[in-house]
Each structure stands twice: as structure tokens, then as C-alpha cells.
């Protein structure tokens, strides 16, 4: 069950918050998953940065974490 998204400024791309544990980055043009992060406990919150690539993501835990989308060309 997913419990939040954020879609970045661009709108390329969403980022998904589930009870499973995982945040996804998605690429909104193709559907496709670009990278799943894991968590403790299941992923109540997310959102995005203005620069679009920095996420929060809130843990069910009361963990918050910053992660940062690098892309590797």
C-alpha cells in the first residue's frame, strides 16, 4: 500500500512512500522504477526538494531521512 507521493519540480519523476518499507523513485515518462531505498518500518511520508532531487522520507519509526538522488551518466 503506498501512503504518500511527491512529484519533483520538473514533474519527471515521483517518489512513493509504502507500508512495505520502501520509497521508489519513479520515472513518470516511462513507469519505470529508477531506485528503491529500504527503510526500518514502513514509510508513512515523502517529500521532495525544490532542487528535485533531495527527498524526506518519514519512517513509521519516527525516523526522518534526507537521501539525494545522484544520477550516474
Known sequence: MVNAVAITPDGGQAVSASQDKTLRLW???SGSCLH???????ILCCAVSSDGFTFVAGEASGRLHFLRWERLN
Do not use: E, I, K, M
Request: glycine fraction near 10%.
Open 27 to 29: 520515472d513518470l515518462n
Open 36 to 42: 528503491t531505498w529500504t527503510g526500518d518500518s514502513a
